[in-house]
């Protein structure tokens, strides 16, 4: 658009007329951004008036070369493009920085700016529109354009920019990367109004965005730094709590080695009274008592023969047990960084002790067994070797 005069809301000019254009302004007329009558010229000379409603034929446009439009500075909010004379016509506008357009046209610079023309400070005026979004996201309430976050305190953030936030260089990568994302997603958006609290909580409310605009790369620089922390912190709480379940169950699993077997202990010192309680002297191998001798003895040594097989695979269960708890505590230390894995060495340290404690309790129980047996065995020789001393 050439010879572009600027009369309050009214952007006038000159445009080529042809049927390309007077397309265009029936789209502009429909959305409220162009007037719908406009003059044809040839060259300066004015020829006639016409509205985006006439029948426009071949003659006309091969009559005239120009057409002089008017289009209307847009008040409206929340459309997908805009007329203005200065960027700060557009920026003014709180929604606008919330859903930001897909087209300006800016008279000033006689410009249609869209994401794809490359324009610096559109694509700056595209990434405030973020950080715009992001502090609506993480507020608590707001009133018209004012956004309150809740940090300890209080922090009004007005939805308001001046020109120099257009000049900014605004690195938004980290955006979807961080919060797009839904694991840890509460916790940063703590960590966000945190570090917001932070930088702008010594400002005036309406210069705030501003600030934040100007330093963001030093804002997210901050954020992300504080991201890392939550997340060494937050794998070092989940690892912790996974080897203390852990610890919890292999304590359980070891004592349960020696509980297990322990109730069948008991049967080797009944055996071994009722046995020997139950023998008597005999001087001759045919007589009944002999053979109940011999029984007694036999019984004995199967039940102790049973017992110790028991105690032998709870020795291969312990072993077992020791290698998953080792394996596993291992995977877990090396997830942890140095100074925390003094609470996971206590726990092994405790665990290898437990393991030893009841390794010495199934070797006792099985030399108790095989000493039991022992004594049987000679209180069996006794009764059938020693005379009979008649009364």
């Known amino acids: ?26 789209q502009l007329n429909e959305v409220g951004l162009c007037s719908a009558s406009f003059d044809i010229y040839k060259d300066d000379t004015r020829k006639l008036d016409l509205t985006v409603n006439d029948e426009i034929t071949d003659k006309h446009y091969t009559a005239c070369n120009r057409a002089k439009i008017e289009l209307s500075k847009q008040s409206a909010q929340n459309k997908d493009h805009f007329i203005c004379s200065t960027w700060a016509d557009l920026t003014n506008y709180t929604g606008y920085l919330l859903n930001p357009v897909e087209a300006v046209y800016i008279s000033d610079l006689n410009k249609i700016l869209t994401k794809d023309s490359k324009d610096a400070k559109f694509t700056t005026y595209l990434n405030v529109s973020e950080v715009c979004n992001l502090v609506k996201d993480v507020a608590h309430a707001n009133k018209g354009n004012t956004y309150t976050i809740l940090c300890g305190q209080s922090l009004d953030i007005t939805l308001s920019v001046d020109d120099s936030v257009l000049s900014a260089d605004i690195d938004i990568g980290f955006y979807d990367e961080l919060l797009g994302k839904d694991q840890h997603k509460e916790a940063m958006n703590s960590l966000v109004r945190e570090a917001l609290y932070n930088l702008l909580s010594d400002l005036d409310p309406k210069s705030r965005l501003s600030h934040l605009v100007n330093h963001f790369n030093a804002f997210t620089s901050k954020l992300l730094v504080s991201y890392e922390q939550y997340v060494r912190n937050y794998s070092f709480d989940k690892v912790r ?131 039991l047996l022992g004594f049987t065995v000679l209180v069996t020789y006794k009764a059938i070797t020693l005379p009979i001393v008649a009364g």
């Open 1 to 26: 658009m050439s010879d572009v005069v600027v009369d309050g809301n009214d952007v006038s000019g000159f445009v080529d007329f042809n049927a390309d254009i007077v397309n265009k302004l029936k």
């Open 241 to 371: 709590k996974e080897y203390r379940e852990k610890a919890t169950e292999y304590i359980d699993k070891v004592n349960k080695v020696f509980d297990e077997v322990a109730a069948k202990t008991f049967s080797i010192p009944l055996g071994v009274w009722f046995a020997t309680s139950q023998m008597q002297a005999t001087d001759s191998m045919e007589s009944l008592q002999f053979f109940k001798n011999i029984s007694y003895c036999v019984m004995v040594f199967f039940l102790v023969v049973v017992v110790c097989w028991n105690l032998l695979g709870q020795f291969a269960t312990l072993s077992a047990t020791e290698s998953e708890y080792k394996d596993l505590f291992k995977r877990l230390g090396d997830e942890l960084e140095g100074g925390q894995k003094d609470e996971l060495r206590t726990l092994k340290q405790d665990l290898d002790t437990r393991k030893l404690r009841v390794w010495l309790k199934l070797v006792a129980t099985m030399v108790f067994a095989i000493v």
